[in-house]
């Protein structure tokens, strides 16, 4: 059977998804998918490795990064939105063994990476409630996560975007207080005014700290920190008019990026030296030590602690609550393809694939291992399971997209069909496979020029590629699927 043929059977079976996400919620869905806890927390971590520097330029050169994925991924979510589109893409412009592979990876990344965020809620509460069972508040949030995602999909679009307001208005605040600590309108800043300032970027190894090493070292966390940019393909299956609304969304990256992150990072280099010891840890349990929580009490803002903590926990159920939205929508579209069991595609009468957000929250309810093990273990652990899984999914895209490209070009495809068309083809995407590739390999590179390697830890870290592999080359082997010629590429659009 065809993917078009099990498609339909699968919506006659169990319906549709509804087409309910504004364009505000797409908007707010890019803008929340690229602020987390990567930014509030681990930001100081970059800055005291690499200098403040090194940090900015590996935000820099990983931005540019995103931003070509996300171009492409935007000419492809327009032209064809639909739910899965990863495994879609993939299937349809690589192999359906690439596709089938890259649906199952994300689906496991992001269910994982709930439970992750349910962890990460319980180090947070601490903070206010110590003598509390953390279980407890990972079961409240991950009802609460399950509550909003069965409502509808509008009802997880309205969610997120209240989340992304609030990380968005804490950005906005902490840089406009910043730029008044720089230029000695707001006390904080170096007593010598903006010169003071820019002498944090000449202490000691500064601005570029710890060489090449560093650099690259620095690159892999900034690029954890942007992961969840990718949403905006998941919700074009459920958004009004995916045409309009997904390429207005995608033009805003480049501008949000460059915002939140570059000019976050330049003031917190610029205002706090990195050898300031509190930057080395990146710690969730310790607020205390977010450079935005420095920055603020520097001001003077006495309660900066309690109100980072509640900015970081907002951002937590904000990244749990797109995990359990994307891994929901990716396993539905798995169903509907008949690559995965045909009850996950079914669909009830407010467009919610409930059996497959059960399924979600069952690997979510992976949190409750801390009732077994210290939450800092249980959360170290279940990030390395997912860490190598985002950029999976991105080194697809890119492939994809290139693809894509390369069919139309093979026939003859009218490009002035596309709702929008990604510039700087072919070297987008080629650029970001490339440099996501390095970042992808060079996780742990440091542990393989020790004198005794860490295999464990390099199993931990780099696991996700080989079962990748294994899962493709498994599904080749089971059904004979091949790489899709140009020729033979459907490239039909679907509105």
């Known amino acids: 059977m065809s993917d078009s043929q099990t498609s339909k059977a699968a ?12 364009a505000r919620h797409m908007s707010m869905i890019a803008i929340g998918g690229s602020i987390g806890t990567g930014l509030f927390v681990a930001s100081g971590a970059t800055i005291s490795q690499a200098g403040p520097g090194g940090a900015l330029l590996a935000y820099v050169i990983v931005g540019l990064m995103v931003y070509f994925l996300m171009t492409s991924l935007g000419e492809m979510a327009a032209h064809m939105p639909v739910s899965g589109s990863f495994a879609t893409y993939g299937a349809r412009y690589v192999d359906e063994g690439f596709g089938f592979a890259l649906g199952w990876n994300y689906w496991y990344n992001w269910a994982v990476t709930i439970a992750v965020d349910l962890v990460a809620a319980q180090l947070v509460m601490a903070y206010w409630f110590p ?3 953390g279980v407890l508040w990972s079961a409240l949030f991950l009802a609460l996560m399950f509550g909003l995602n069965i409502l509808s999909a509008r009802g997880f679009g309205e969610s997120e975007f209240w989340f992304a307001a609030i990380k968005v208005t804490t950005v906005l605040v902490f840089i406009a207080i910043g730029v008044l600590m720089i230029f000695g309108i707001l006390k904080g800043g170096a007593p010598e005014g903006i010169w003071g300032n820019i002498a944090n970027f000449s202490i000691g190894d500064a601005p570029f700290a710890g060489g090449f090493a560093a650099l690259i070292g ?14 905006i393909g998941i919700a074009a299956g459920e958004s009004e008019d995916p045409a309009k609304n997904v390429p207005k969304a995608v033009r805003k990256v480049f501008w949000r990026i460059l915002l939140f992150y570059v000019f976050a990072i330049l003031i917190i280099g ?3 030296p990195y050898t300031d010891p509190k930057l080395l840890k990146n710690d969730l349990g310790d607020i205390a030590v977010s450079p ?3 920055v603020f009490e520097r001001a003077g803002l006495l309660s900066a602690a309690a109100i980072m903590n509640a900015v970081v926990l907002t951002s937590v159920l904000s990244a749990g609550n797109s995990g359990m939205y994307a891994s929901t929508r990716m396993l539905y579209a798995l169903a509907s393809q008949g690559m995965a069991p045909r009850i996950f595609a079914r669909v009830n009468g407010r467009g919610v694939p409930v059996l497959a957000l059960l399924a979600t929250t069952a690997i979510a309810a992976l949190c409750f291992l801390t009732n077994i093990f210290s939450p800092k273990v249980v959360y170290i652990w279940l990030l390395n399971l997912s860490g190598m899984c985002g950029f999976v999914a991105w080194l697809g895209i890119a492939v994809s997209h290139y693809r894509f490209r390369k069919g139309c070009e093979a026939q003859n495809y009218d490009m002035s069909q596309l709702p929008y068309k990604a510039a700087a083809f072919p070297f987008g995407p080629v650029f970001a496979f490339v440099l996501c590739l390095i970042i992808t390999l060079g996780q742990n590179y440091e542990n393989f020029l020790s004198d005794k390697i860490d295999w464990v830890g390099a199993i931990a870290t780099y696991i ?3 079962l990748f592999l294994l899962i493709w080359f498994s599904y080749k082997l089971a059904t004979g699927s091949k790489i899709v010629k140009y020729t033979e590429m459907d490239l039909r659009g679907s509105r």
């Open 270 to 272: 610029l205002l706090i």
């Open 11 to 22: 919506e006659q079976d169990s319906g549709h998804l509804h087409r309910s996400l504004k």
């Open 218 to 231: 620095v690159a892999m966390v900034v690029g954890f920190s942007f992961q969840g940019t990718e949403l």
């Open 464 to 466: 996700g590629l080989p």
């Open 292 to 294: 935005f929580t420095l």
């Open 131 to 133: 003598g509390i069972d």
